[in-house]
């Protein structure tokens, strides 16, 4: 009888963990084929880009990605320490300073989306009608302080939380002053973009949100009581590049296969790629990297919009900017 | 995303294969480890087992981090490259189960009633027979350690994110998927990914608990 | 007659409590010692240093004319040839046969011999109907019998009773009393220590008894002079009281 017992005790333990590590062998059979660790920001990911376009470049080139999506500051982190090849972020001054100590090989731009300023569907602040993004938050702040307005900020150092501060910058707060807006109004909720729409929709409160993960949002009807209120200030761009870390510092990193990946996406067929995912009726990801359809822009952003001054033009006139030979470059309306 | 079956199957399996090896692992030191300290006297054993109670509360996020540190790549043992590989997720969650069943052993050690353990010493067991014998005599309390530690892995996502990446067909996990589809706002497929594992761990429970209560004759 | 067991100038405090103070006697192969006393008189005490238990705070005990401490390698050997029950019956949680096989299989025996002796056992106790059934489940007088033939059946030399039939209804007491009279006839080189309360219990069985009172020996006499023209006054009177019921 004990004998049964424990017999039968040990087939059930090792069917647990055989089927798991049999699955777990399935899963990756295979690992033959080179592969490349990507850290990346979760809203390439959760987005559907990553998996719309990835899947391309690894039948091209016989490979598989490894896409792992954390916060900027965490896929950094994962660069500085060696555990990844490429990074695929949207954290510029961040960026520069991976570059500047070595661990990137180099920053290259690859594409952007927008900050949009999304609040209650009526937009009782009537923030639509801001010259810019500056002017919108001063509005939220004079309602706000008058206890007449709620703002639900991100508040968790992420790519977005910095695009945010950057905007209070041009109204004379620094993060210092930010961090001490009164709870009554300014809500530092240290949560994901969707969770801070999900809270927006109960409070009826504003917010500064990535249009991706808003027309997710709103595609889904998970936020109905909400609307984009206001979008067009390009010192709202939120800028990606790609980053394939040094593999002089980190030798085992697959430097091969990260430039053939960095070289793919900023090729015309990478670009036109990212180009095409349409999600909710919009495009997501608008490419940058090539000179034809948008070295203006980036220059642009990469030299301006890190710091918050200067462009304060609607995003659309990128859409025709024209190439010329002069600097400054202008875009034409 | 989580799309046919069989996407959902070895995601499955991935979970129950890393609480599994993480909850045998856990169990195969800890037991060990709660049985020395609930039978053996030495100096010290109360603090040692407010610590044990302590690390009950040891948060799967800090377990990942310290495991993180330990297998990246800048790290003391990064040239194993296991980090991102369920084998990173079972060492980290090793470290969650071991301070429980630990925990529980030794309160079921020490709960067996203080006449049977005179007693087997007075039928001629040596100390070691005796031990044994004592181990059998809580074995309800210790299936209830390795059931308690099963269901903090099982549950746990932080550790699991955070060394494992939630790489999809090779590190994703359960709770990882549902975390992810969650920040992407698939409540209801959260849900149903949560009703899952919800089932899965019921299996285990149910064959757990068929063990437990078994007498042992 | 050879000395089983021998105490000189045993003590034990537990703590400042004084437990048992300067006992020394010896008991004989063939005896049947009978160690009487109220409760807490430290009766207890002396069959858990002598089944080595717990080590005497001063003196010294000799097993079969062999010096012993307590908690060292060859106490565990000494132990396996005495066998012990203590005053409250205590099954394992298993069947009364794995019960009743655990002192052999402890003593490292092979399961063929083990079955065989359990076997034989279970039939002698009238409990071979019910072997699988767990031990918990036994009523309060098969417990005591089967605690008792668990001791006592891998034959050990000496054998200690801690109110081995206490609260026991008088069919199971006579049921005892005489598994532990064919104990000591079967073989001439055994030996009993009784520890009781009950006077009558002491009087059908010792042969030799002690009378202990508040941690000291008071009185070591045959049966006959125990009971009958004790020296000490306080054997009268508890022998007198006792006999009461």
Same mark, same amino acid.
């Given at each position: 009888?004990?004998?049964?017992?424990?017999?039968?005790?040990?087939?059930?333990?090792?069917?647990?963990?055989?089927?798991?590590?049999?699955?777990?062998?399935?899963?990756?059979?295979?690992?033959?084929?080179?592969?490349?660790?990507?850290?990346?920001?979760?809203?390439?990911?959760?987005?559907?880009?990553?998996?719309?376009?990835?899947?391309?470049?690894?039948?091209?080139?016989?490979?598989?990605?490894?896409?792992?999506?954390?916060?900027?500051?965490?896929?950094?982190?994962?660069?500085?320490?060696?555990?990844?090849?490429?990074?695929?972020?949207?954290?510029?001054?961040?960026?520069?300073?991976?570059?500047?100590?070595?661990?990137?090989?180099?920053?290259?731009?690859?594409?952007?989306?927008?900050?949009?300023?999304?609040?209650?569907?009526?937009?009782?602040?009537?923030?639509?009608?801001?010259?810019?993004?500056?002017?919108?938050?001063?509005?939220?702040?004079?309602?706000?302080?008058?206890?007449?307005?709620?703002?639900?900020?991100?508040?968790?150092?992420?790519?977005?939380?910095?695009?945010?501060?950057?905007?209070?910058?041009?109204?004379?707060?620094?993060?210092?002053?930010?961090?001490?807006?009164?709870?009554?109004?300014?809500?530092?909720?240290?949560?994901?973009?969707?969770?801070?729409?999900?809270?927006?929709?109960?409070?009826?409160?504003?917010?500064?949100?990535?249009?991706?993960?808003?027309?997710?949002?709103?595609?889904?009807?998970?936020?109905?009581?909400?609307?984009?209120?206001?979008?067009?200030?390009?010192?709202?761009?939120?800028?990606?590049?790609?980053?394939?870390?040094?593999?002089?510092?980190?030798?085992?990193?697959?430097?091969?296969?990260?430039?053939?990946?960095?070289?793919?996406?900023?090729?015309?067929?990478?670009?036109?790629?990212?180009?095409?995912?349409?999600?909710?009726?919009?495009?997501?990801?608008?490419?940058?990297?090539?000179?034809?359809?948008?070295?203006?822009?980036?220059?642009?952003?990469?030299?301006?919009?890190?710091?918050?001054?200067?462009?304060?033009?609607?995003?659309?006139?990128?859409?025709?900017?024209?190439?010329?030979?002069?600097?400054?470059?202008?875009?034409?309306? | 995303?989580?799309?046919?079956?069989?996407?959902?199957?070895?995601?499955?399996?991935?979970?129950?294969?890393?609480?599994?090896?993480?909850?045998?692992?856990?169990?195969?030191?800890?037991?060990?480890?709660?049985?020395?300290?609930?039978?053996?006297?030495?100096?010290?054993?109360?603090?040692?087992?407010?610590?044990?109670?302590?690390?009950?509360?040891?948060?799967?996020?800090?377990?990942?981090?310290?495991?993180?540190?330990?297998?990246?790549?800048?790290?003391?043992?990064?040239?194993?490259?296991?980090?991102?590989?369920?084998?990173?997720?079972?060492?980290?969650?090793?470290?969650?189960?071991?301070?429980?069943?630990?925990?529980?052993?030794?309160?079921?050690?020490?709960?067996?009633?203080?006449?049977?353990?005179?007693?087997?010493?007075?039928?001629?067991?040596?100390?070691?027979?005796?031990?044994?014998?004592?181990?059998?005599?809580?074995?309800?309390?210790?299936?209830?350690?390795?059931?308690?530690?099963?269901?903090?892995?099982?549950?746990?996502?932080?550790?699991?994110?955070?060394?494992?990446?939630?790489?999809?067909?090779?590190?994703?996990?359960?709770?990882?998927?549902?975390?992810?589809?969650?920040?992407?706002?698939?409540?209801?497929?959260?849900?149903?990914?949560?009703?899952?594992?919800?089932?899965?761990?019921?299996?285990?429970?149910?064959?757990?608990?068929?063990?437990?209560?078994?007498?042992?004759? | 007659?050879?000395?089983?067991?021998?105490?000189?100038?045993?003590?034990?405090?537990?703590?400042?409590?004084?437990?048992?103070?300067?006992?020394?006697?010896?008991?004989?192969?063939?005896?049947?010692?009978?160690?009487?006393?109220?409760?807490?008189?430290?009766?207890?005490?002396?069959?858990?240093?002598?089944?080595?238990?717990?080590?005497?705070?001063?003196?010294?005990?000799?097993?079969?004319?062999?010096?012993?401490?307590?908690?060292?390698?060859?106490?565990?050997?000494?132990?396996?040839?005495?066998?012990?029950?203590?005053?409250?019956?205590?099954?394992?949680?298993?069947?009364?046969?794995?019960?009743?096989?655990?002192?052999?299989?402890?003593?490292?025996?092979?399961?063929?011999?083990?079955?065989?002796?359990?076997?034989?056992?279970?039939?002698?106790?009238?409990?071979?109907?019910?072997?699988?059934?767990?031990?918990?489940?036994?009523?309060?007088?098969?417990?005591? $019998?089967? #605690?008792?033939?668990? @001791?006592? /059946?891998? &034959?050990?030399? +000496?054998?200690?009773?801690?109110?081995?039939?206490?609260?026991?209804?008088?069919?199971?007491?006579?049921?005892?009393?005489?598994?532990?009279?064919?104990?000591?006839?079967?073989?001439?080189?055994?030996?009993?220590?009784?520890?009781?309360?009950?006077?009558?219990?002491?009087? $059908?069985? #010792?042969?030799?008894? @002690?009378? /202990?009172? &508040?941690?000291? +020996?008071?009185?070591?006499?045959?049966?006959?002079?125990?009971?009958?023209?004790?020296?000490?006054?306080?054997?009268?009177?508890?022998?007198?009281?006792?006999?009461?019921?």
């Amino acid at each position: 009888m004990k004998g049964i017992w424990i017999a039968v005790a040990a087939i059930v333990v090792a069917a647990v963990v055989v089927g798991g590590a049999a699955g777990y062998v399935l899963m990756t059979e295979d690992d033959e084929v080179e592969s490349l660790r990507l850290a990346t920001t979760t809203s390439t990911y959760d987005s559907g880009l990553l998996d719309y376009i990835l899947p391309v470049f690894e039948n091209e080139t016989n490979c598989k990605i490894d896409v792992i999506a954390v916060g900027s500051g965490q896929a950094i982190e994962l660069g500085k320490n060696g555990d990844v090849d490429v990074l695929l972020v949207h954290s510029p001054a961040a960026e520069k300073d991976f570059v500047a100590a070595g661990y990137g090989e180099s920053r290259t731009l690859v594409m952007y989306n927008n900050f949009v300023i999304v609040g209650p569907s009526a937009d009782p602040l009537n923030t639509e009608n801001a010259k810019n993004a500056s002017e919108a938050f001063q509005k939220i702040y004079d309602n706000g302080t008058a206890g007449l307005a709620k703002f639900v900020s991100r508040a968790d150092n992420s790519g977005t939380h910095s695009k945010e501060l950057t905007v209070w910058s041009t109204l004379g707060y620094n993060k210092t002053l930010v961090a001490a807006f009164p709870s009554s109004w300014y809500i530092q909720s240290g949560q994901g973009m969707g969770a801070v729409l999900d809270m927006c929709e109960e409070l009826d409160a504003y917010t500064l949100s990535d249009d991706a993960t808003y027309y997710q949002r709103m595609d889904e009807n998970i936020i109905p009581h909400l609307n984009m209120t206001y979008s067009g200030d390009s010192a709202l761009f939120n800028q990606y590049s790609v980053i394939p870390v040094n593999s002089t510092i980190h030798a085992h990193v697959n430097h091969t296969l990260a430039a053939a990946f960095k070289n793919w996406l900023v090729s015309e067929a990478g670009q036109d790629l990212i180009a095409s995912y349409e999600k909710y009726g919009h495009q997501l990801f608008f490419p940058n990297a090539t000179p034809q359809t948008a070295r203006v822009a980036s220059l642009l952003i990469d030299e301006s919009m890190d710091v918050g001054e200067g462009v304060t033009r609607g995003w659309n006139s990128f859409r025709v900017l024209r190439w010329t030979d002069s600097f400054p470059f202008h875009a034409v309306h | 995303m989580i799309s046919t079956g069989s996407e959902l199957l070895d995601v499955t399996l991935l979970s129950l294969y890393v609480s599994g090896m993480a909850t045998i692992l856990g169990s195969a030191i800890g037991i060990p480890l709660g049985a020395l300290i609930g039978l053996k006297e030495f100096g010290g054993k109360g603090a040692v087992k407010t610590l044990t109670y302590t690390l009950y509360g040891f948060p799967p996020v800090l377990s990942g981090l310290v495991v993180y540190y330990v297998f990246s790549r800048a790290g003391p043992l990064g040239d194993l490259g296991i980090l991102f590989t369920p084998t990173a997720m079972i060492i980290a969650e090793t470290f969650l189960v071991i301070p429980l069943v630990t925990g529980i052993t030794i309160t079921s050690v020490v709960e067996v009633d203080r006449s049977i353990k005179d007693t087997v010493k007075a039928l001629g067991a040596s100390s070691s027979q005796s031990i044994v014998t004592v181990m059998r005599e809580a074995w309800v309390g210790l299936v209830m350690a390795c059931m308690i530690g099963f269901g903090r892995v099982i549950a746990e996502v932080g550790a699991a994110y955070l060394v494992g990446g939630n790489i999809d067909g090779e590190t994703r996990v359960l709770t990882t998927a549902i975390m992810l589809e969650t920040r992407m706002g698939h409540f209801e497929w959260a849900m149903s990914l949560g009703i899952v594992l919800l089932s899965v761990a019921l299996m285990v429970f149910l064959f757990l608990r068929l063990l437990q209560e078994r007498e042992m004759l | 007659m050879k000395p089983a067991i021998c105490l000189e100038g045993v003590s034990k405090k537990y703590d400042q409590i004084v437990a048992l103070r300067d006992a020394s006697f010896t008991v004989s192969k063939g005896e049947v010692f009978g160690i009487v006393g109220p409760s807490g008189a430290g009766k207890s005490t002396i069959l858990r240093i002598v089944d080595l238990l717990e080590a005497p705070t001063e003196g010294k005990l000799l097993i079969d004319g062999q010096y012993v401490v307590a908690n060292s390698v060859r106490a565990e050997a000494v132990r396996r040839k005495i066998g012990m029950v203590l005053q409250k019956p205590v099954v394992l949680n298993r069947s009364v046969a794995n019960n009743l096989g655990y002192s052999l299989m402890i003593r490292g025996w092979n399961e063929d011999r083990i079955a065989e002796v359990v076997d034989a056992e279970l039939r002698r106790l009238g409990l071979n109907g019910r072997r699988k059934t767990n031990a918990r489940n036994l009523s309060g007088g098969e417990m005591q $019998r089967l #605690c008792f033939a668990r @001791a006592a /059946i891998h &034959d050990p030399s +000496i054998l200690l009773l801690d109110e081995f039939a206490a609260n026991l209804d008088p069919t199971n007491v006579a049921l005892l009393e005489n598994q532990v009279q064919e104990f000591i006839r079967k073989d001439p080189n055994r030996t009993v220590v009784i520890v009781t309360h009950n006077m009558f219990q002491a009087k $059908r069985m #010792c042969t030799r008894i @002690a009378l /202990i009172w &508040d941690g000291e +020996i008071v009185e070591i006499a045959d049966r006959k002079k125990f009971f009958e023209s004790p020296d000490d006054a306080r054997t009268a009177a508890f022998v007198g009281g006792e006999s009461i019921y």
